[in-house]
């Protein structure tokens, strides 16, 4: 039996949006959840204890980034990668197919897998199904992602039929090698780039394997976002009910609406952590870039209505004076509030779901939130 | 009436050691006491809430950086220091004397000040004793220092003396000049270099005036360690009884011992957080480089004695990968557990003094420690 399982609770009539609840062997999530990510084992800027304090159920750690350094083998000496970071809830991690892909240097794909050299020391490395799960196997988290291709924008359609199909076929791989399928449970991922009859193929080939949990990936990668929009229409209705739909690496407040919208229960995206340690603060009136001089003075908290540690604490013009003079304090408290923020977003979703409201909700949501501006007006 | 009192709780007497308890407009601290410094209005790598976890007491802050960033108005504007960095307990301030001398660029000493250059962007600024009270006033801080310079090391004794001379007139221009003496207490500094017949009259000058505390300054800037303690062993014993002594910028845990066994009250130092942010802990058995490929592999906590928030969450490993990857939780975690450290050792002092073992306590904590060694023993 899986050890990931997963109730609908709710289910609204005017959109496909869902409450749900996700158990594993590290608690229970609720859904639509937004997974903060936690790269190298630490979500960066903040601690443990900022991330409960902030409520967060789950979040997302890099196989790549942990296979390279420290190694998963010395996590799993550690005890896995919940006692290695200290973190007692859930964790999920990626497969490395968006790094190797990304991030890498020259990279060699066959039908075993891939070839690429280490962004920090290029040395040469090989990733296949087996090597992947093993990899994840070892780092011990409660959901881990079978090793994919994510294609990158622009992609020729041919390339993207028959990378998705790869996928499909490593997958399978990674089902027959998974060591330790009652204690973690394997997601598969629809690829097919931005051509929805792919796109639906690869749903057919993901959901033809029954696994506890489905994701949809090789979006937000450079595609216009009507186009993102556009592909999310065509795959997340075609997944299954019962089962946990992840929309991976996505996104901004307005994207986690559109996806809860159409029915997507998990999300993970970096934007609160690299945006907080660089001065951009996430509010409900959209970006504020609190390190920018216009601060300097204003001795307001990033949003009054916010009841982070930060917003109960301190002012722009101490968060702005901070950034200026290069402390570490600045990145930590814009992330713990960023952090607060999309969980907040994500926490008021789902009540408005529950009171059957979510459409409403949404709208007054975007009424008030300007996504490419910035809160510029000083007090 | 002074806004800062001081009462003698205890004294020993095999020792100097006492215990006291020092009264400011924003609450008690318990003597001897060790205060982190938050030179930029902020203790480096860790927030209030962390110094409040490590029971920190009071803190110091610099006049000279504040001033040059984001400037002492600016401060004021916000309602003050505690204000603008969300520290509601007591605060002092150093006068810039030392960071005049130490940081700034070329600068020239006269009788009405000293003229220097920022160390940020070269610009031009003149501080007098007049100045400096305007900031510290402005800054608000419960204790604030007189302006002195602080001699250099090696320093002849014809400018040593004219310069503790010039000091001691300096102190009688800061009294006279002092905006908000029932807000804020000044304390007078004594220097004198190395010379024990400039410190006795340096000594003598300073406690002409009546203050609510005496410090000890231009020790640690260095002189061989047996010289600062000579130094010590000739100034404390002639400071008064009743009222704090403050022994600046002192210092590592021996000279803390030292320092408490001739009478000091109240000590600052940059080692617990300059150390730990660049990868050192400091332990009961001495400084641990916790950086170190030596700790790749142990999963033991920097101390398994420790009870700070580090320890009793993190191992020697995963703040060493933490470092190895240059996460900003690697300086936060290793700063929370200095600080703590620090602040636990002096609880543990004041301990020993109220239980009149001052003595044998320090010799057993001596045992123990290797001042110069590391803990490069792995598991």
């Known amino acids: 039996m899986s050890p ?7 289910k609204n009539k005017d959109s496909r949006a869902r409450l749900g609840r996700l158990t594993t ?34 979040i997302l750690a890099n196989t790549y980034h942990l296979y390279l350094r420290p190694g998963h083998e010395l996590i799993e000496k550690a005890g896995g990668l919940h006692a290695f970071m200290g973190w007692r809830r859930p964790i999920l991690t990626d497969s490395g197919g ?25 040395s040469y490395h090989f990733f ?3 090597k ?13 992602m079978a090793f994919d291709e994510c294609t990158p924008y622009p992609c020729e359609f041919d390339y993207a039929r028959r990378s998705m199909e790869r996928t499909s076929r490593w997958l399978e791989r990674c089902i027959a090698t998974h ?23 690869s749903v057919e080939l993901t959901l033809s394997r029954d696994l506890p949990g489905y994701a949809v990936g090789g979006l937000s990668v450079g595609e216009p976002k009507e186009q993102m929009y556009e592909m999310m229409t065509a795959t997340l209705p075609l997944m299954p009910e019962e089962k946990p739909r992840y929309l991976m690496g996505i996104g901004y407040p307005e994207d986690l609406i559109q996806g809860v919208k159409l029915g997507a229960d998990m999300f993970d995206c ?18 504020l870039t609190v ?89």
């Open 270 to 287: 970096v934007i609160p952590t690299r945006y907080g340690r660089t001065g951009t603060a996430w509010t409900r009136f959209g970006k």
């Open 291 to 379: 390190k920018n001089a216009t601060y300097a003075e204003d001795f307001r908290p990033i949003d009054d209505q916010c009841s982070c540690y930060s917003c109960r604490n301190f002012t722009r013009a101490y968060i702005r004076h901070l950034f200026q003079v290069g402390e570490i304090l600045a990145p930590h408290l814009t992330t713990i509030h960023n952090v607060h923020f999309f969980l907040s977003f994500m926490t008021d979703m789902r009540q408005a779901i529950a009171e059957e409201r979510f459409i409403e909700w949404s709208q007054d949501f975007l009424k008030n939130y300007q996504p490419q501006s910035n809160l510029n007006k000083p007090e």
């Open 179 to 201: 060591q330790r399928p009652d204690e973690q449970g394997l997601f598969g991922i629809v690829q097919g780039s931005v051509y929805p009859e792919l796109r639906a193929r």
């Open 25 to 58: 062997p590290h608690g229970e999530v609720d859904t639509p959840i937004f997974m903060p990510v936690g790269t190298q084992a630490t979500v960066k800027a903040i601690s443990s204890k900022d991330l409960l304090a902030s409520h967060a159920q789950i």
């Open 132 to 144: 992947v799960m093993e990899i994840e196997n070892s780092l011990g988290p409660d959901i881990i």
């Open 128 to 130: 296949t199904p087996e």
């Open 4 to 10: 990931i399982t997963f109730k609908v609770l709710k």
């Open 98 to 122: 968006f790094q190797v892909f990304s991030l890498a240097g020259l990279n060699k794909i066959t039908e075993d897998g891939v070839r690429f050299q280490s962004h920090i020391d290029g």
